[in-house]
């Protein structure tokens, strides 16, 4: 089986391009890599700035990075200079692929191909016509963005016939939004690193926050209620993950100058960088919980990577993050409320036995339903699936 995915990588980052620094999409690659042993798998993104296309093999990878228009060009467009290079490039070469896997809709790269004469399916990550409405700014970069790719998402989507979700939420978006949809069940590869050792919750003092400096990622929630659960746990710190580490930590201690936020000051409040699997890893044997309170998200990757390692979640009840926490029993679901966090925080520091139940019911579920073998086989009956459903029955008899 020859299979073609559409997704969005960048460039700079991964080997054989200029300044490689590893493998930016770590679910990309937890499921490239086991999946290419059984089928032949080219893997194509496009890209504003490379001189020309570009081609190469990683292992027994193709890549394939198709040279597109600059951004500001493109946006100005509805996206539609971007999808008619890659639309063109895409049909010269259809003859080479049995099925085409798109990889997520924020990319807009659907509405390049949704046309082509070649079975497809998107795989749902983000929803941006959900996450739109919780942008504040009037006017950004990120709004005109995905004013787009809402658009492209509400336009091209529904030409297309097949779906894998993940969640409750999910399904339901595609269900109410795409008529003739065929929804396949397929959760997510998660990285094997987190599979390999587990932590003990107990005894620590630590949360671990990873959502930046985005506030649709809850950062001003997690540090007003980090601020306001000191009050009842004055020992309790902070690790905070910024893309820049201390170098941007600016704009956090504005707001927290902002907000008064009395309590946190650089004993308790730890900033980071951006971390790999194993810096991880080395931060949550000193944690005692992950701190997820987003307005909005589908299955996200560091929930379901705290679980599998054994490290106790509480995360806001949005989108698709109730398909996987059961309150009080495989984490802690709350809502944006920083009273409501910083009492889940506060509780869940003080029972030690509900960190080990949590923790010791989570971790073997989240490794059962992140299981890759299991992704695999399930990733490749849906493309055998998708494929058959395409065939026409009298060609099939």
Same mark, same amino acid.
């Given at each position: 089986?020859?299979?073609? +995915?559409?997704?969005?990588?960048?460039?700079?980052?991964? =080997?054989?391009?200029?300044? /490689? !620094?590893?493998?930016?999409?770590? +679910?990309?690659?937890? #499921?490239?890599? =086991?999946?290419?042993?059984?089928?032949?798998?080219?893997?194509?993104?496009?890209?504003? @700035?490379?001189?020309?296309?570009?081609?190469?093999?990683?292992?027994?990878?193709?890549?394939?990075?198709?040279?597109? /228009?600059?951004?500001?060009?493109?946006?100005?467009?509805? $996206?539609?200079?971007?999808?008619?290079?890659?639309?063109?490039?895409?049909?010269?070469?259809? !003859?080479?692929?049995?099925?085409?896997?798109?990889?997520?809709?924020?990319?807009?790269?659907? !509405?390049?191909? +949704?046309?082509? =004469?070649?079975?497809?399916?998107?795989?749902?990550?983000?929803?941006?016509?959900?996450?739109?409405?919780? #942008?504040?700014?009037?006017?950004?970069?990120?709004? #005109?963005?995905?004013?787009?790719? @809402?658009?492209?998402?509400?336009?091209?989507?529904?030409?297309?016939?097949?779906?894998? *979700?993940?969640?409750?939420? %999910?399904?339901?978006?595609?269900?109410?939004?795409?008529?003739?949809?065929?929804?396949?069940?397929?959760?997510? *590869?998660?990285?094997?690193?987190?599979?390999?050792?587990?932590?003990? /919750?107990?005894?620590?003092?630590?949360?671990?926050? &990873?959502?930046?400096?985005?506030?649709?990622?809850?950062? @001003?929630?997690?540090?007003?209620?980090?601020?306001?659960?000191?009050?009842?746990?004055?020992? &309790?710190?902070?690790?905070?993950?910024? =893309?820049?580490?201390?170098?941007?930590?600016?704009?956090?201690?504005?707001?927290?100058?902002?907000?008064?936020?009395?309590?946190?000051?650089?004993?308790?409040?730890?900033?980071?960088? @951006?971390?790999?699997?194993?810096?991880?890893?080395?931060?949550?044997?000193? *944690?005692?919980?992950?701190?997820?309170?987003?307005?909005?998200?589908?299955? /996200?990757?560091?929930?379901?990577?705290?679980?599998?390692?054994? &490290?106790?979640?509480?995360?806001?009840?949005?989108?698709?993050?109730?398909?996987?926490?059961?309150?009080?029993?495989?984490?802690?679901?709350?809502?944006?409320?920083?009273? %409501?966090?910083?009492?889940?925080?506060?509780?869940?520091?003080?029972?030690? !036995?509900?960190?080990?139940?949590?923790?010791?019911?989570?971790?073997?579920?989240?490794?059962?339903?992140?299981?890759?073998?299991?992704?695999?086989?399930?990733?490749?009956?849906?493309?055998? $699936?998708?494929?058959?459903?395409?065939?026409?029955?009298?060609?099939?008899?």
């Amino acid at each position: 089986m020859k299979v073609l +995915w559409l997704t969005q990588l960048p460039y700079s980052q991964l =080997p054989n391009t200029k300044n /490689p !620094q590893g493998h930016p999409v770590p +679910w990309i690659a937890s #499921l490239a890599q =086991p999946l290419s042993d059984q089928i032949e798998l080219t893997i194509a993104s496009n890209n504003g @700035r490379i001189e020309a296309d570009e081609e190469f093999m990683i292992g027994n990878i193709r890549y394939w990075f198709i040279k597109a /228009p600059r951004l500001a060009f493109n946006l100005a467009s509805l $996206n539609s200079l971007s999808s008619n290079v890659i639309h063109a490039k895409l049909m010269k070469r259809i !003859q080479e692929f049995d099925l085409i896997h798109i990889h997520g809709s924020e990319s807009m790269l659907h !509405q390049a191909c +949704w046309n082509l =004469p070649v079975p497809k399916v998107l795989s749902v990550q983000g929803i941006i016509d959900e996450y739109y409405r919780y #942008l504040e700014e009037p006017f950004s970069r990120r709004r #005109l963005l995905w004013q787009v790719a @809402r658009h492209a998402e509400n336009t091209y989507l529904p030409k297309l016939s097949h779906f894998m *979700c993940r969640t409750e939420w %999910d399904k339901a978006w595609v269900k109410r939004n795409c008529a003739n949809a065929v929804i396949h069940h397929c959760w997510e *590869c998660i990285r094997r690193e987190f599979f390999e050792t587990q932590v003990d /919750p107990t005894d620590k003092n630590k949360i671990f926050f &990873l959502g930046g400096g985005d506030y649709i990622k809850g950062n @001003r929630e997690a540090l007003v209620a980090f601020n306001k659960a000191l009050h009842s746990a004055p020992e &309790l710190k902070l690790v905070y993950v910024l =893309p820049g580490g201390p170098s941007e930590a600016g704009q956090i201690e504005e707001f927290i100058t902002a907000n008064n936020l009395d309590k946190i000051n650089s004993d308790n409040l730890i900033i980071k960088s @951006r971390m790999g699997a194993a810096e991880m890893i080395a931060e949550y044997r000193n *944690c005692f919980c992950l701190l997820h309170p987003s307005y909005i998200d589908n299955s /996200p990757n560091t929930v379901c990577e705290a679980q599998i390692i054994g &490290l106790p979640v509480i995360a806001s009840k949005v989108g698709g993050v109730g398909s996987l926490i059961e309150h009080g029993k495989t984490g802690i679901l709350t809502s944006l409320n920083t009273d %409501d966090i910083s009492k889940a925080i506060v509780d869940l520091y003080r029972d030690k !036995q509900k960190q080990q139940a949590i923790a010791s019911t989570a971790l073997p579920l989240a490794r059962e339903r992140h299981n890759a073998s299991d992704i695999v086989h399930t990733t490749l009956a849906i493309y055998e $699936n998708v494929i058959k459903s395409a065939i026409p029955i009298n060609a099939a008899v």
